[in-house]
């Protein structure tokens, strides 16, 4: 493990070049000094970088999306037993005649 540290859930990438792309399981610090040099407003995703104040590190538990007071309820689904079918006669329009 190096002397760089990303924060949790950060993957670095640089335009056009995918061996530069790296998380915290292959952070070296030759690719962390690469990303810093080439972007310097960077290290907001750094939670350790050597020779600086520890950035500290707030983990935000998930939210819970559907209060509890919310329940899904299933769709009613009608009771069909009792239809009567009836035949249905369709309409018949006047023809229209030549004169």
Known sequence: MGNYLL???????AFGDASKTCTNANLTDELAQWHLSQCPE???Y???IPGTQATPVRV???VNIVPPEIR?????????TNIVEEKIEPVKKPRKTKK
Do not use: S
């Not at 899904?72 to 069909?80: E, F, K």
């Open 72 to 80: 899904i309820v299933p769709p009613v689904i009608p009771d069909i």
């Open 60 to 62: 935000v538990p998930p």
């Open 42 to 44: 960077k290290a907001k």
């Open 46 to 48: 750094f939670a350790r």
């Open 7 to 13: 924060k949790p859930g950060v993957l670095l990438q």
